[in-house]
């Protein structure tokens, strides 16, 4: 098992782009257990160009990875929360539109059974609270959806992804490639894709049910 590196604390400022099922996010008490999602290289395929992964241009080059339907349906019916936390900073550097990211985002709630899709359209300069490494994503998803961070899992396939759910208090899951980020990339457990995230979650789950009812 290992743990992330330590980093600074997030500033509170500026709020994210939200997008759920049937477009309405609820403030509940925090008990549910949540997976949250990364979107590019874990979800969907992303282009590797010069070792930096580049998102689809559009809802018709978006390719689902292999397994990831039927590895997000046995999450659903484990009962967990399916949210997308994703950074797309290409709006903010103006080499995309939002309107494309939006496409491929409600591509994305037709074909899969996600409970909301969170966005981040900043970059860097901006030093939002949003844009992973920050947690505020996974943050303001517990807030709108009652999850508990505690007992929620985030899956991606880079330090920034992992990092935001070390900070929000997730456990974290990385799916480790060529740009995940070296020694900067640390985790809970690591696997080769979401299909083996899946296994690892689950049979967390069981562990933690055991010690409760040993308790």
């Known amino acids: 098992m290992r743990r992330a590196r330590a980093s600074s604390g997030t500033p509170p400022l500026p709020p994210q782009a939200w997008g759920g099922r049937g477009g309405v996010l609820r403030r509940g008490e925090r008990t549910r257990a949540a997976i949250f999602l990364d979107r590019d290289g874990t979800i969907n395929r992303s282009d590797v160009r010069d070792g930096v992964p580049i998102p689809p ?32 900073p290409d709006v903010a550097r103006g080499t ?37 490494p920050r947690p505020g994503m996974l943050v303001d998803a517990a807030d709108h959806l009652g999850l508990s961070l505690a ?25 480790r490639g060529p740009y995940s980020g070296g020694d900067q990339a640390w985790a809970d457990f690591e696997a080769t894709d979401l299909g083996e995230a ?12 055991c010690e409760d009812l040993r308790r």
Request: aromatic share 4%; proline share 4%.
């Open 96 to 132: 995309r539109e939002r309107g494309a990211v939006e496409a491929i985002h409600a591509a994305l709630r037709r074909r899969l059974p996600l409970d909301a899709i969170m966005c981040c359209y900043h970059d860097d300069p901006d030093d939002c609270a949003c844009r992973k």
């Open 57 to 88: 241009d559009g809802v018709e080059q978006l390719e689902l990875l292999p397994g990831v339907p039927e590895a997000l349906e046995r999450l659903r019916r484990a009962g967990f929360a399916l949210v997308v936390v994703t950074n797309q």
């Open 151 to 175: 007992v929620s899992y985030l899956v991606g396939d880079r330090w920034r992804d992992t990092e935001a759910g070390r900070q929000a208090g997730c456990t974290t899951v990385l799916l």
């Open 198 to 209: 899946t296994d690892i979650i689950l049979r967390c789950q069981e562990e933690r049910a």
